[in-house]
DNA sequence: TTGACATGTGACCATTTGGTCACCTATCGT
DNA sequence: ACGATAGGTGACCAAATGGTCACATGTCAA
């Protein structure tokens, strides 16, 4: 399994898209803090911060016996970079600014 | 399923970030000519190009009997805008710079 | 030191996914 | 018209994935 594949498989799954955002708006999470606004058992959302881990999406610190979690930008950061380009990205934001526009009016 | 479910899932096949890897390098090809590029069936390049388009990540316009396929950077450009910052966008920026420049070295 | 708490492991099962095939429709060039 | 070419559909099977549980380890606080 290659470091690109552990990504994307990583973000494949709705919970641990999830797992990511609530770490975007506040990172230092225990895993209990974590799982509680999950809707599944503990297990369940370990195994998923695993494989955010593994993906280095998510970078931990221990301390004492809890594990907190950081979220990890440069990964996500590798995907844009991958599919545009420098040359096209302005006109790429655009579109999504007239995007956002059409989707106010609605 | 949502929109960016089917983003991401469709992003989680190593063959379909090939698809895409491709188009990024030459748009406006055909299945036939994409199918060549890979090492399976027909048929399974085209299951796979439809899940890249039910996923907007690509495009198709019609050309009589042949269908060209064009690399769509809007969603990717979605993803990259849920988990960067702002603020922090420039600092992410600086670790791609010294990780590449650390790669190059080794 | 003892009980409660935070985290970790391996086995297990239901569902989804990747890939192939037989067969079909539409368009091109002669 | 007709063979060759480009693309499309539904069924099918092996492998990977999401989730749970019984059980285990390490750490805190009184």
Redesign the pocket.
């Known amino acids: 399994m290659t470091d690109d594949d552990r990504v994307f498989?990583a973000l494949?799954?709705p919970?641990r898209r999830f797992l990511l955002d609530l770490l975007f708006m506040r990172d230092g999470r225990?895993?209990?803090e974590l799982e509680s606004e999950l809707e599944?058992?503990?297990?369940?959302a370990?195994?998923?911060l695993r494989?955010l881990e593994e993906a280095n999406l998510v970078v931990t610190r221990r301390s004492?016996?809890?594990?907190l979690h950081f979220l990890n930008p440069v990964p996500i950061r590798e995907i844009h970079d991958r599919w545009i380009d420098k040359y096209t990205e302005l006109h790429t934001t655009a579109l999504l600014e007239l995007k956002a526009e059409l989707e106010d009016e609605s």
């Not at 004492?64 to 594990?67: A, C, D």
């Open positions: 498989k494949a799954d919970t225990t895993l209990t599944m058992s503990r297990f369940g370990m195994k998923h494989v004492g016996r809890e594990k």
